[in-house]
Every structure is written in C-alpha cells, then in structure tokens.
C-alpha cells in the first residue's frame, strides 16, 4: 500500500499495536486487505478503505487517530519527509517564537 520495497519493522509494529488496541477485530479487517481488493482504493467497500487509510496514515503522517484519541507512532520517521529529503532537513525543535514567520522583516537601508 505504501509503494516502497522496504520498511521499518519496528514502525510497523507499532502501528500494527496501536490499531489492534484501537479497532476490534482488527486482525480480521486486516486480512481482508489480503490481497488488496481489486480495482481503485476509492471503489474498495468502504471497511477496506477505513484500515487501508489507517494503516497509511500510521506510516506517512506518523500519527494514528485524531485530537486526544491520536497515537503517536513516528516523527522523523514519518514517510511523508521522503518526499523533500533531498532539499529539507526534519526539524526537531522551532528556530523561534511560534508564528514568527509572520512578522514582516526588518530591512536594513
């Protein structure tokens, strides 16, 4: 579902824990990923939608869940850094006060 060859196993047990604890029945839904349906994931039958997302959302955005029900399961690791990890470095702390990009820049005559 990710389009990569290889992955972190530790991440995917992780996700594979927080879902188990979140959905009942997980492990059954799961196996009706197995193989994936056939077609497009828009015309998958909707419960096979709601895993696939949670499992992709666990793996690129590193977060399982919404607001106080969220589940922190990777940062750096997070695939969607991919995408910009040749021009970006992934922060880990703010350079400065929250929403100082904001502010208009003193120039200098």
């Keep these: ?10 991440i995917g047990q992780r996700i594979y824990q927080v879902l188990i604890g979140k ?3 997980f492990d059954q839904k799961l196996a009706s990923l197995q193989p994936l349906p056939a077609g497009e994931p828009h015309q998958w039958p909707l419960l096979q939608q709601q895993i696939a997302r949670q499992i992709l959302q666990g793996w690129y955005i ?7 029900d969220a589940a922190v399961i990777s940062y750096e690791n997070a695939l969607m850094f991919d995408a910009v990890s040749d ?23």
């Design 62 to 68: 590193g977060v399982i869940g919404e607001g106080t």
């Design 87 to 109: 021009v970006l470095v992934i922060r880990s702390y703010c350079p400065n006060k929250p929403g100082y990009w904001a502010a208009k820049p003193d120039v200098a005559l």
């Design 1 to 10: 579902m990710t389009g990569k060859r290889q992955l972190n196993g530790h």
């Design 23 to 25: 959905i009942g029945g």
